[in-house]
């Protein structure tokens, strides 16, 4: 590539707007143009990095045996209705009419659309397991579209869906889907964790999320760094920007045992519900000097929701608190907001009894133990003695510290069990004959999230880093003088033809512009690898190499560029 013909709108200084470093720089460099609130056109660079990204997804998916497919974006409500999910999904859900009045949705995600498919292609157990996947532009109609394409409301994904006759061949897909995740960031150069989450309007039981860390991240992730224990916390996404630079709100619900201050933060930020419950949860579990655990409700009417729903582990406490200790707790009844307190021992044995239903320990002795659902996955069983622990301690299974980081969701795998197959009435033939409803897993890559959480991770004052996997040219040839110096030309000429040849993603800077705004240039848009030709270092039959990183330049002798390069 010739940078003379390329489109590379940079820009000197970062649009207000841009609040977070990666956002900054993806507009300074000229990856991205935004068209509407979340909305966004690739340029030609940002481009050539996701279609990277998306390179090594696919060979990984391929790798273990998933099959590419291509569903579509326009989805028919009857679907929807059929799984139940267009009462459930919210205003998330981009919806609008065809000419014939007929309800419809662009697609946030395609666990209909794909259990309808199989649903007519399988009938025997001896068809599974099967996994497919996409990698295909998505739509959320998020409330808080912010940071660029970190939290678009178009953004590209990867999702695979895989089916099985029984839950062991799900777990066995699950595994290497995990393992395939931990390639696909590893082979992108990312410092990255695997936590255990919440499986949210998904829905499903076993689910792990992939965090890149970094700072500008929106979930709170704690994890132990003496074992694998690791769970998503926290998500920060509707708190405004400007507390993302302090101290997390989690971390200070840890360090502050005052409930009354939860109340206020959780009114003042409309935290959701649930995730507020688990932070209390892992508040009570870091500060238990108290007998008590502490339970926000917002009204009845969003306690029985969550009772009816998705924790058994809380429903058993509230089920027993009567009406009125719950109604004296908050202060003003329904509606209102406000801290209930119930000591452990009232709780503890309910609780244990609603854990054991989901595998965890039987012998535990109710006044000494809090079971955690860190990930409202009690199914993993995870039931500590809590009583004394501390953000710094030994955590769940008893090795390590626990320590707590900032993390910015780039996968989520989950075992969706039946919820689909069965609500969408699927079934298989197993080997006696006989109609079963299959088993199914869904795995999900932030394709152009990634872009973002690459440059998060990998930056510096003068810009962007790519790793070299996920670079958009991995070595650029930049002439001084191009164009009035006919050796300096002919030199960065050849060099560039020949790197052509040999199949290099090479670019040559033949603008002729000024060295100083050149290499400015070169370094906001990250290229690993730089060539630098000039009519003084021709004269010794040399041209000067710098790595993007580099502390200064290094000579090479023009007869060997080419081995030194190769
Ligand atoms: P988040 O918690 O950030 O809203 P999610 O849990 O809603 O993400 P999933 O349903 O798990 O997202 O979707 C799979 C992946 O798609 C996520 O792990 C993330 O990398 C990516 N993703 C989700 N929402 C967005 C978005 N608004 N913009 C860019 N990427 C997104
Ligand atoms: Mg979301
Ligand atoms: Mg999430
Ligand atoms: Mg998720």
């Given at each position: 590539m010739r940078l003379s013909n390329y489109y590379l709108p940079t820009l000197k200084e970062a649009p207000a707007e841009a609040e977070i470093i990666s956002h900054q720089l993806m507009l300074r460099a000229g990856l991205i143009k935004q068209v509407s609130s979340g909305i966004y056109t690739w340029l030609p660079l940002g481009l050539t990095v996701y279609k990277k990204i998306e390179a090594i997804v696919r060979e990984e998916m391929n790798n273990i045996g998933a099959l590419e497919i291509d569903m579509p974006s326009a989805q028919p409500a009857e679907l929807w209705q059929d799984s139940g999910r267009w009462q459930d999904y919210g205003p998330e859900l981009l919806r609008f009419k065809d000419r014939h009045q007929r309800d419809f949705c662009i697609g946030p995600t395609h666990e209909e659309i794909v259990t309808d498919l199989l649903k007519g292609e399988v009938q025997s157990y001896k068809q599974l397991p099967i996994t497919v996947y996409q990698i295909q532009k998505k739509f959320r109609d998020e409330i808080r579209p912010r940071f660029g394409v970190m939290r678009g409301r178009e953004f590209l994904m990867k999702d695979a869906y895989s089916f099985h006759a029984d839950s062991a061949s799900l777990a066995t897909t699950y595994q290497a889907m995990y393992q395939a995740y931990q390639q696909i960031f590893t082979r992108m150069g990312l410092d990255f964790c695997a936590v255990e989450a919440d499986s949210g309007?998904?829905?499903?039981s076993r689910s792990h999320e992939f965090h890149v860390l970094a700072?500008?991240?929106?979930d709170v992730i704690m994890f132990s760094d003496g074992s694998d224990f690791a769970s998503n916390i926290e998500s920060t996404q509707s708190l405004p920007v400007t507390t993302l630079t302090e101290p997390t709100e989690a971390m200070r619900l840890v360090d502050t045992p005052d409930t009354k201050t939860i109340a206020a933060l959780v009114e003042k930020y409309q935290l959701p519900i649930e995730k507020t419950i688990k932070t209390l949860v892992v508040k009570a579990a870091t500060d238990c000097d108290s007998d008590l655990i502490a339970l926000l409700v917002r009204g009845d009417h969003e306690l029985n929701a969550i009772k009816a729903e998705k924790h058994p582990w809380v429903a058993s406490p509230l089920q027993m608190a009567s009406e009125d200790d719950i109604r004296q707790a908050i202060g003003a009844g329904p509606g209102s907001l406000g801290p209930v307190n119930l000591p452990i021992p009232f709780i503890a044995d309910e609780t244990v009894a609603a854990m054991s239903d989901f595998g965890a320990g039987a012998n535990i002795e109710a006044k000494h133990y809090f079971g955690i659902n860190w990930g409202r996955d009690v199914a993993l069983g995870e039931v500590m003695d809590i009583r004394n622990a501390k953000v710094g301690d030994s955590s769940p299974d008893g090795s390590g510290h626990l320590r707590m980081a900032r993390g910015i969701e780039v996968g989520h795998i989950f075992q969706l069990g039946k919820k689909y197959s069965e609500a969408m009435q699927m079934t298989v033939l197993d080997e006696h004959g006989k109609a079963v409803t299959p088993y199914m897993g869904c795995y999900g890559v932030g394709v152009t999230r990634l872009v973002a959480a690459a440059i998060e991770q990998h930056h510096d004052d003068k810009g962007i880093i790519w790793p070299p996997a996920i670079a958009p040219f991995s070595l650029v040839i930049a002439p001084i003088n191009y164009g009035k110096s006919a050796a300096v030309t002919q030199f960065a000429d050849d060099l560039y033809q020949t790197l052509r040849d040999k199949g290099i993603p090479v670019v040559l800077?033949?603008?002729?512009?000024?060295p100083g705004v050149m290499f400015s240039e070169l370094e906001l848009i990250g290229i690993p690898h730089r060539v630098v030709i000039g009519d003084k270092t021709l004269a010794d039959n040399e041209v000067e190499y710098q790595g993007r990183t580099d502390e200064s330049s290094q000579r090479i002798a023009t007869d060997t560029v080419l081995e030194f390069l190769l």
């Open positions: 309007s998904i829905g499903g700072d500008s991240g929106e800077d033949d603008r002729g512009k000024r």
